[in-house]
């Protein structure tokens, strides 16, 4: 049985099996939500998570969140 280890820091950042997911609410997520294969999607409170690779532009995203002021940590 593969042993899933999920972590969530504390800016929402998951990590699953070593993969990166970015937290979006419900009004912010990308418009091509709807294209995204589900089994990269994870809902989780009230924050739907998407795998980075699944997101067009994720460099963008991450360069605003690194820049965020509430963001003390760095994704890269």
Known sequence: MKNN???LN???ILKLNNNK???FQIHNIPKYYNKINPINIIKLNSLIYININSIKNYK???DLLNSSKLNKYSLK
């Open 5 to 7: 280890k999920l972590k």
């Open 10 to 12: 504390k800016i929402n």
């Open 21 to 23: 997911y970015i937290p």
């Open 60 to 62: 963008n995203i991450i």
